[in-house]
């Protein structure tokens, strides 16, 4: 639907309030309750202009810079600080976190852009599954649930994903590089979608007692730096 200039897709839910999400891909996307007119809709969205904008430019600038060519002097992510990148050539296929702020990667000169990022996300994997192998077996104990298996991927639009059915969570990959208050935040929220397949009152209810600081988190995964998770 086109509103001021703005195509947004329009998805009608059972909930209480508009919610307006900017994606990575420079899609907007607006939740609104079953009842709502549209002139409602509208005029929410033109007051939000503003910052429809801002988060657009934003992405816009990010997927800029987005692109890796794993050389010297790149900024990258770990436990939620800033890391440069130092490249050494090397027989041995390796990456080192080092004093300073320095991420070592030892390849070879002759390695390629595709070699490169599956070492690192490699790096990236090793690191989350680890937290999450601590994390879970807590968080199912406090909570009263059990899971049958988890797997890490890259995901696009989303912090993680659980079917229900299968008992199986998916975390993404890029988590690796938030703070741990963070990952154990999006444990929590995928953990209690095993009681409460929906985002209603209930399950606000569930986030509140077992993460009551899970707006802040929330709040702080999906700034216009990263992707947004799908609530």
């Not at 409602?40 to 429809?52: A, L, Y």
């Not at 999450?132 to 649930?145: D, H, R, Y």
């Not at 009152?201 to 709040?219: A, N, Q, S, T, V």
């Amino acid at each position: 639907m086109l509103i001021n200039n703005y195509n947004i897709e329009i998805i009608r839910k059972n909930i209480k309030h508009i919610n307006l999400k900017i994606y990575p891909d420079l899609k907007i996307k607006a939740s609104v309750p079953d009842g709502i007119d549209m002139k409602t809709v509208e005029r929410m969205i033109i007051s939000r202009e503003d910052w429809i904008n801002d988060q657009l430019k934003k992405f816009e600038e990010q997927n800029r810079i987005t692109k890796r060519d794993y050389v010297s002097g790149e900024d990258y992510y770990l436990n939620g600080k800033r890391y440069i990148l130092r490249v050494y050539d090397s027989n041995i296929p390796s990456i080192k976190i080092e004093k300073n702020n320095i991420i070592s990667m030892y390849v070879r000169k002759s390695s390629s852009i595709a070699n490169k990022e599956k070492l690192i996300n490699t790096f990236y994997r090793k690191i989350l599954e680890k937290k999450l192998k601590k994390m879970i077996p807590k968080w199912e104990e406090i909570i009263g649930v059990k899971l049958n298996s988890f797997a890490i991927r890259k995901m696009k639009n989303k912090w993680g994903s659980c079917n229900t059915e299968n008992k199986k969570i998916y975390f993404n990959l890029d988590l690796a590089k938030k703070k741990d208050v963070e990952i154990q935040y999006v444990v929590i929220h995928e953990l209690i979608h095993l009681i409460e397949r929906k985002h209603n009152e209930h399950f606000r209810e569930l986030m509140h007692k077992f993460c009551p600081k899970w707006g802040i988190y929330h709040d702080s995964l999906n700034t216009v730096l990263n992707p947004n998770i799908d609530y």
